[in-house]
Each structure stands twice: as structure tokens, then as C-alpha cells.
């Protein structure tokens, strides 16, 4: 699949976003080793702390549908800054991921940059990379 795809169907998720509290409308596209894609919006809460980012919502939709490995993810904030994932995404992303997974930060379906998972979340921990 062509990441402007990736990201048409990012965008699209976006719209579903539930922030009453920030008002910051967040749209995540997971692509998996099958070339199957999930999809996942922010989900905030009354609480603030029970809120669900983008990426994590599409990583557990495609997990709890027996997905494991992606291939790339594209997330989408507003139009005018690449969105970043937070600290929590890059430790959720990277469970499922490999060093050279791309990460695609988008403003729009031609605007767009690419990271790799190392980049973001270098010396992660995970079950390989235990330092002794
Ligand atoms: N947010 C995401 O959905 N993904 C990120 O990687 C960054 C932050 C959401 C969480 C919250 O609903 C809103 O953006 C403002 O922080």
C-alpha cells in the first residue's frame, strides 16, 4: 500500500477523535505484515489520565484481531505540525515493531515525513535489547 493511502485512511479515522478536552483531533493508520490496516482516533477522558492516543488504539484494534508485526504506521494532527507519537505510543509502537519500521508523520495525504523506529525510541527496552 502507498503511504498516501496510509495516511487517506489515517485522516479519515481522525474525524471520529472524541477531545472534549483538547480539542486536538488525532488520526493513526497501522499497516501489518499481512497488508491489513487498522485504523485508530484519540479517545479522551474526564479523567485525562484514561485517555487513548491515536496510535495505541489502532496498534490494540489490530493486536486484539490477531495482528502482531507492522510495517509502517502514519499519524495525522492538524495540518500546519508533524504530530509526533508520545512516549507511551513509541513504547507500545516498538513492541510490535523493528528498528527499521517506518514511522510516518503527516500533515496531509503529499505532505509528509518518515522516521524510523530506532530513530524515536533508541535503547528502548524490550525482551531483546536488555542491557547487562
Ligand atoms: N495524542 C495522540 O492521540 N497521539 C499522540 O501521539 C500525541 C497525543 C492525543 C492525546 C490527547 O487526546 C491529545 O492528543 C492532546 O494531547
Not at 35 to 61: M, Q
Not at 68 to 84: C, F, L, P, Q
Request: glycine share 4%; net charge negative; proline share 2%.
Amino acid at each position: 500500500m502507498e503511504y498516501n493511502e496510509l495516511i487517506q485512511k489515517a485522516l479519515e479515522c481522525r474525524e471520529f477523535a472524541y477531545v472534549p478536552y483538547s480539542n486536538f483531533k488525532v488520526g493513526a493508520a497501522v499497516l501489518m505484515d499481512d497488508d491489513s490496516v487498522y485504523t485508530g482516533c484519540n479517545i479522551e477522558n474526564a479523567s485525562y489520565g484514561a485517555t487513548n492516543c491515536a496510535e495505541r488504539t489502532a496498534i490494540f484494534k489490530a493486536v486484539s484481531e490477531g495482528r502482531r508485526d507492522i510495517k509502517a504506521i502514519a499519524i495525522v494532527g492538524d495540518k500546519e505540525n508533524y504530530t509526533a507519537p508520545c512516549g507511551i505510543c513509541r513504547q507500545v509502537i516498538q513492541e510490535f515493531a523493528k528498528e527499521d519500521t517506518d514511522i510516518i508523520l503527516a500533515k496531509d495525504k503529499n505532505d509528509y515525513i518518515i522516521k524510523k523506529m530506532k530513530e524515536i525510541l533508541p535503547e528502548a527496552f524490550s525482551k531483546n535489547n536488555l542491557i547487562k
